[in-house]
């Protein structure tokens, strides 16, 4: 199978009676099997009906992303069992309820831990100016309100400032101002921090609390209490001890709470999205006074499924196929073997193949897997490929939704390739720069050699490798003109078909021509007797080929003709980059390699113990050896997969191939196996 094609799709209309068009948008969604395509207006009444219930959708909108605002992580949640399309109504209504209560428990604990927060950081200020002044004896007996008083005439302050910023903030206050209000400055060896204590008519302390905080000083805020700093920092360190036990438990009563709803949160993400297009639908839906109609796309195998479905659900439906409207394309719906779905995905990165083309998501698959198994041929580099997809890549982080179903086929794209790269890694005996050779009975590892590989397919020697890669562009690059060829003949393009044709003759004449004449190449014994004719077929094809041109762009067909002789040469050409890059990979396997054994035999050398030295280096060799292996493997990796896009999607689709559809949408309610929330967080001390 070189191409598929999508799978044939039908316009129905379904028709019901208004007061059921709740249970057969139910019905629709819970098949999904209809692609809609509507735009109907509705009654006052039914607006209105719908109005209040899209106002339900969006306070349970709102009530998620206040969630996802306040948790202070993302969380995954897998979702168990199958969601009702005919439940949607209820779980709108009970998530709204449950999550509306739940949101403003979740906002009290915020705010309550946010305040003890504060008063952690501020009790914490003044445990550490008093612990400064109870270091000093002369402050240990001290009462509190003789360092922190604010009556109407006269005040006194602490000021916590840098020690450095001392003699800065003393220079920028005025000489009379600091001998009335600074009564001492307090520091420390143990302590970065220096502490002032300032007292003095009210006006004065305010001055000298405005140059502190200029040079970045800070007036703690101590209460204004009759007791001792020694008998203060005691009450003061206990009650910072009841704090962070206070914080300790509202910080687990909010996971509790998170963990109690989490499920919930997720349903409801579903829910919002499942109910919000069913409102559309219903919005573009409803018309006319007594009936309801709905149209859309349905795939041809499922056409009579669905019309059993509803009326077994439904007792008053009529199901009836409808010419679509005018301006209405039909929608695509690929239709590929298992096995070929992640290529879909590389398919769709080039565009959703339109209704009547073919799909070329097969032809992608094998040249995707062949290139890039030729490109990274090496046992050991495929099998670690294999290991990080399979084991390792979730494990690192970067993957938000390892059970979302785009990376899941993904993981399975990789393996396929990561597979190709150990068979052909097989095939031409390359093992991270070593190959397995035989010799006398004997197996060794050797570093690999072009000249004397032993492998099925030497890949490791230039010069078959570059010629097998020709091969392959001009056969891959013969495949899109074939298919190219076919589509003009669905299209009765004359001038094109004729293009075709002639061009097809020019490859077969010229190609064997070329290489006999200019490369002197000895073609297979019937052709070198007629070499010399084969340039009479050579130019009935080039006839054909401006001919055709001519026929299809008039004018410009003149010059067109040649475009299609540069550019085969050019396409073909540019399939030597699997050669390229296969060779870069192998060669750069073999001088890490090269550099790494080196690198360990000099530092075996350069230690005079013996056994030291080949450990020391031993250690050396493999660090070096491993490192530049990995980085070998990620360009590697890197290299072959972009290369190999670039051949099928420069090379090769844009000849026959226009990926200009639309891609089949059922209406139906779509529940990945896990669903993230939360994305803010909850800041505290």
Known sequence: MIVS???????????????????????????????????????????????KEAERLRKLERVLSEFDTIIPRQILVKLDGEISASKLHDYLLSLLSKLSEALQ??????????????????????????????????YSNVSIDNISFN???????????????????????????KQRVVLDIVTLKEYRKAVIIVAGPRSDVEAVNEVSRSVGGKVIEIPEKHVTISEFLKKLRARIKDLRVELGKLKDEFEKLVSKVSKDLALGKV??????????????????????????????????WLEDFLYSGLKYVYVVDSPPPPDKTPPTKLKNPRIFKPYEMITKIYGVPNYNEY??????????????????????????????????????GFIENPYSEGYRLFKRLCTYLSLSSIFFGLLSNSFAGYSIVFNNGRISFVASSGSTLQALLPLLNPMFFINLALIIGLVHVNIAHILSFIKYIKLRDKGEIISKVGFFISEVFGIPYVLYKFLNVSLPAPLNSFANYLVYGIIVGLSLLIAGKLIAYKALGSLFWLFDLTGLLGDIMSYTRLAGIGLATSLLAQNFNSLSLELGGAISSAIPIHALGLVLGAIAMFIVMILTNLLNIAFGIIGAFVHS??????????KFYEGDG????????????AILIGSGGIHSS
């Not at 550490?128 to 002044?133: A, D, E, R, T």
Request: include cysteine.
């Open 662 to 673: 639309k891609e089949f949408q059922p209406f139906t309610i779509k529940v990945e196996d």
């Open 645 to 654: 896009l670039r051949l099928c999607f420069v090379e090769f689709l844009p």
């Open 271 to 304: 829910v919002v999205t499942a109910y919000r297009d069913r409102l559309q639908v219903l919005l573009s839906a409803l018309k006319g006074r007594y009936l309801v109609a709905v149209e859309g796309w349905v795939p041809l195998s499922s056409r009579k």
């Open 359 to 396: 799909d070329p998501t097969p032809i992608i698959t094998y040249s995707l897997t062949l290139f890039f198994g030729l490109m990274f041929a090496d046992v050991i580099y495929g099998t670690a490929m294999f290991i990080i997809v399979n084991y390792l890549l979730e494990k690192t």
């Open 105 to 138: 428990q979740a906002k009290s604990i915020k705010a309550k831990i946010e305040q003890i927060s504060e008063e952690i950081t501020k009790s914490e200020e003044i445990l550490w100016v008093l612990s400064i002044l109870s270091a000093i004896p002369k």
């Open 5 to 51: 094609t999508p799978e044939k799709v039908v316009y129905v209309r379904v028709l019901t009676e208004k007061k059921l068009a709740g249970k057969l948008l139910e019905a629709l969604q819970s098949a999904g099997s209809l692609h809609p395509e509507l735009l109907t207006e509705i009654s006052e009444k039914d607006r209105e009906v719908l109005s």
């Open 151 to 177: 009556g109407n005439i006269v005040a006194a302050r602490t000021i916590l400032l840098e020690k450095d910023l001392v003699d800065e903030f003393l220079a920028e206050l005025p000489k009379d101002l």
